[in-house]
């Protein structure tokens, strides 16, 4: 029966992985032989108790008619507690934020496109305006590809005998650079077609007129989101002044990495490709460790959670005046937060929600590599501390608020709270948020 209903009748229709694995755990909870026994109960954590009279008690009904079952169904609430599901409270809020969130959207989509701003000005002479006096100022400055290369072949690696793009995560800062650069070019153009096509010295084309629409409504043009084959170039936003904001502070981190050298811990979320941040950190510590003949195919990825000494929480790369220890190897990364749980700072552990905060500032995390294969086994070796991963909870990090595969980063191993009588499985997930 769990085979079926998980992996064929209805989790066949799951494209995401990790929702996969969600849906396997409810079949493993719900489709088992304890439900046919006379006192199980699918919420545990929401009974009817004298303490808690709007409970409701989940159990398989067992009627000799049809009506009795017509008459059961019809006194189940017509909303579920998310409680009934092992989900926090909270659920209810998150899905109902969701829900405003789309319902705005379709209004602003749908709203006249010619009416006119304060004072009587057009759509297009405001959004002129603002481009004007306000957005292209914002714009930070252009990089300058002769001297990133000058400068990136001074850069080196504390530990490896290779300099410049030779070093993984100068490659890296390379590649994010250009990319950018990119970026910056097209918001700068686009700006100035725009202000030229409302003064009329060029034609007006679709493209100029829907970037005008969404500027106007202070919404992200889809030509600084997408290119047009529909893939994402840049990073999403709700609001366009959001937007902005996280360009200055991407091009601070970089600029910042590329004058003064590494930072003492990253920005996850001022990148492209976080994964790609994740693999150069692996590919600098196994060169690092070539006389211990480690592979990067049997190097295994490990995480951990600063303790309240070296704890640092920062939404964006200006840490400047943060002092942290400096890892002996691997690097740190910040600007997470946590959703659907808390995160207990002095006892390191996941815990539940509290109240009604949807989101949990996340302390910087270490990212390191071991690799276990080439590690010395032999008599006198030094004992290292088992990893019983069967006890952590690989957590999701994603770039956005949204879980789907293809903004996902890593999983990091995080501590679970330690059980306790009446404690429900909890979990959560992490995201690189701006």
Not at 130 to 156: H, Q
Not at 187 to 212: C, F, H, K, W, Y
Request: proline share 6%; with cysteine; net charge negative.
């Amino acid at each position: 029966m769990q085979k079926m209903c998980c992996a064929i009748q209805y989790g066949g229709k799951i494209t995401q992985e990790l929702d996969r694995d969600l849906f396997f755990t409810y079949g493993y909870l719900w489709i088992r032989e304890e439900i046919f026994t006379q006192n199980f109960q699918f919420n545990q954590q929401n009974l009817v108790t004298p303490q808690n009279p709007d409970g409701v008690n989940y159990t398989i009904p067992d009627f000799p008619d049809h009506a009795s079952f017509l008459t059961h169904i019809n006194s189940m609430p017509d909303n579920d507690n998310p409680l009934v599901f092992g989900l926090n409270p909270n659920a209810d809020l998150t899905a109902s934020l969701s829900e405003s969130r789309v319902m705005l959207a379709t209004l602003v989509d749908t709203q006249p496109s010619d009416s006119s701003a304060a004072g009587g000005k057009s759509p297009e002479e405001t959004v002129k305006e603002m481009i004007e006096n306000d957005f292209m100022k914002l714009l930070p400055d252009d990089f300058k590809m002769l001297e990133v290369d000058d400068r990136l072949k001074l850069m080196k690696h504390r530990r490896l005998p290779e300099t410049g793009k030779a070093v993984p995560l100068n490659m890296f800062l390379f590649q994010e650079i250009q990319r950018f650069q990119n970026i910056l070019g097209i918001v700068r153009n686009l700006m100035t077609d725009m202000v030229l096509a409302i003064d009329g010295q060029i034609i007006m084309s679709p493209e100029l007129a829907n970037a005008i629409k969404f500027m106007f409504d202070l919404r992200v043009p889809n030509v600084w989101l997408l290119d047009p084959s529909g893939a994402e170039i840049s990073w999403l936003s709700p609001t366009l002044a959001g937007w902005l904001a996280s360009m200055q502070n991407r091009h601070y981190q970089l600029a910042t990495w590329l004058s003064k050298d590494r930072p003492i811990s990253y920005w996850l979320t001022g990148f492209f490709n976080g994964q790609g941040f994740l693999t150069s950190v692996r590919q600098e510590i196994t060169r690092a460790h070539r006389a211990d003949n480690w592979a990067l195919d049997a190097v295994e990825p490990r995480s951990e959670v600063a303790d309240v000494r070296n704890t640092l929480i920062a939404d964006d790369a200006r840490i400047e005046g943060k002092s942290i220890a400096e890892p002996a190897e691997g690097v740190w990364v910040h600007g997470l937060y946590l959703e659907g749980a808390a995160w207990n700072k002095q006892q390191r552990y996941l815990e539940d929600s509290k109240g009604k905060d949807l989101f949990f500032a996340f302390p910087n995390i270490k990212f390191y590599a071991e690799c276990p294969s080439a590690e010395n086994k032999g008599p006198g070796a030094p004992k290292k501390a088992a990893i019983d991963e069967k006890n952590l909870y690989s957590c999701p990090c994603y770039k956005y608020p949204m879980r789907q595969d293809r903004y996902l980063i890593a999983k990091f191993n995080l501590k679970p709270e330690p059980p306790q009588e009446n404690k429900g499985k909890k979990g959560g997930e992490g995201i690189s948020r701006e």
